[in-house]
């Protein structure tokens, strides 16, 4: 549950200071200067949470191969493997479903945009 929270955390935080990195480079040379301070403070807050997650992550993965171990004393050797796939596969998937969501997402603005512009 805890890798869950931090990969998804990570993810959504990632996605957030792509948008705020974007806005910013998309600001034109005569934007008012308050919004271009106001999306620098914006992305070095996101920055320092990304970091702050970064660490939690790290923590979680000390706290899963401490049990790890411990579930490797009481289970099979076969078992085991099936144990330590589940848990590695588990965040990469998390990840592949939340990319996808991401372009779902994209995808049907650029469809709303279009029937819009028609």
């Known amino acids: 549950g805890d890798l869950d929270k931090v990969v998804n955390l990570l993810l959504s935080l990632s996605g ?29 807050l996101l920055v320092a ?5 970064k660490e939690l992550k790290e923590h979680v993965g000390r706290r899963e191969e401490a049990v790890g171990a411990m579930v490797a004393r009481y289970l099979p050797a076969e078992h085991l493997q ?11 998937l998390i990840t592949e479903q939340r990319e996808l969501e991401e372009k779902i997402k ?13």
Do not use: I, N, W
Request: hydrophobic share 35%; with cysteine.
């Open 16 to 44: 957030r200071l792509a948008r705020v990195e974007t806005a910013l480079s998309s600001l034109g040379p005569h934007a008012p200067a308050e919004d271009k301070v106001a999306l620098r403070e914006k992305q070095r």
């Open 49 to 53: 949470q990304l970091e702050d997650a």
């Open 82 to 92: 099936d144990y330590q796939h589940f848990v590695k596969m588990k965040s990469a």
């Open 106 to 118: 994209l995808g049907q603005e650029q469809l709303r945009c279009l029937r819009e512009s028609l």
